[in-house]
C-alpha cells in the first residue's frame, strides 16, 4: 500500500528565505507527482507535475524534483514571501487514484 | 478557473439523515473523485469515477455511496449521515489516468449533529 509523508508537518520563517519541502513516497511505481497548495478554507491549486519520467519541473519560483528510486520529492521555493503561507501537499499517481501527504504548513513572516 | 463546482458549500444535519453532495465539472474530465478531509488524516479517497456509470471505491468508502449518469456530475450520497461523517469533502477531476493534471473545487463543509 502507498504511504506518503511530508516532513516537517510546519514551517515558519522570514521573508526572503529560500525554502526546501521533502514528500517521501514507499512505492516507487508511480506514473506522477503533484504539489498542490491549499489556502485555508479553499480547495487545492495544482502547483506542478512531474511525469515519472521527469527528474524536475520549475514554475517561477517554484522547483520540484522527483528521485522515484529512493521514493523522494523535493519542493524548493525561493525567495519566500508572505503570500507564499499556505498549506503544501504533495500527491502520487500510482494507478487511477492519487494518495496524498498530510501536508507541510508554511508560514513566512514579513 | 478549474471549472468545477460543488453544492451546497455548508450543510448542518442530523445524525441519521440522508444527505446527497453535488460535484458539477464543465471541462469534460473523464476521472472524478471524492475526498474528505479532517486534521491528522490529510486527503483520503472516498470513491472515485472513471467514466459515466462506473466507479469504484475509495480507502474510505464505508457510509458513503456515489453515482454518475453523466460525465459532468458526480454525487456523493450519505445514506445515514453520522458525526463521523463530520469533514470538509472535496470534489476533484481530472483528463486522464497517469498523466493528468488534478482539479479541485472549493470543498463542502458538513457538519452531523
Known amino acids: 500500500k502507498q504511504e506518503v509523508t511530508q516532513i516537517p508537518a510546519a514551517l515558519s520563517v522570514p521573508e526572503g528565505e529560500n525554502l526546501v519541502l521533502n514528500c517521501s513516497f514507499t512505492?516507487?511505481?508511480?506514473?506522477?507527482l503533484q504539489w498542490f497548495r491549499q489556502d485555508p478554507g479553499k480547495g487545492l491549486t495544482s502547483l506542478l507535475l512531474?511525469?515519472?519520467?521527469?527528474r524536475e519541473q520549475t514554475s517561477g519560483r517554484l522547483n520540484a524534483s522527483l528521485d522515484k528510486s529512493s521514493g523522494r520529492s523535493t519542493l524548493y521555493i525561493a525567495a519566500s514571501q508572505p503570500g507564499d503561507s499556505a498549506t503544501y501537499l504533495c500527491?502520487?499517481?500510482?494507478?487511477?487514484?492519487?494518495?496524498f501527504g498530510t501536508g507541510t504548513r508554511l508560514q513566512v513572516f514579513p | 478557473d478549474a471549472g468545477i463546482t460543488q453544492s451546497p458549500r455548508h450543510k448542518v444535519t442530523e445524525t441519521g439523515t440522508p444527505v446527497t453532495l453535488r460535484c458539477h465539472q464543465t471541462?469534460?474530465?473523464?476521472?472524478m473523485y471524492w475526498y474528505r478531509q479532517d486534521p491528522g488524516h490529510g486527503l483520503r479517497l472516498i470513491h472515485y469515477s472513471y467514466g459515466v456509470k462506473d466507479t469504484d471505491k475509495g480507502e474510505v468508502s464505508d457510509g458513503y455511496s456515489v453515482s454518475r449518469s453523466k460525465t459532468e456530475d458526480f454525487l456523493l450520497t450519505l445514506e445515514s449521515a453520522t458525526s463521523s461523517q463530520t469533514s470538509v469533502y472535496f470534489c476533484?477531476?481530472?483528463?486522464?489516468?497517469?498523466?493528468?493534471?488534478?482539479?479541485f473545487g472549493e470543498g463542502s463543509r458538513l457538519t452531523v449533529l
Open positions: 512531474i511525469q515519472s519520467s521527469q
Open positions: 500527491a502520487v499517481d500510482n494507478t487511477d487514484k492519487l494518495i
Open positions: 512505492d516507487s511505481a508511480i506514473y506522477n
Open positions: 471541462e469534460n474530465h473523464r476521472y
Open positions: 476533484a477531476a481530472r483528463k486522464g489516468q497517469g498523466t493528468g493534471e488534478l482539479f
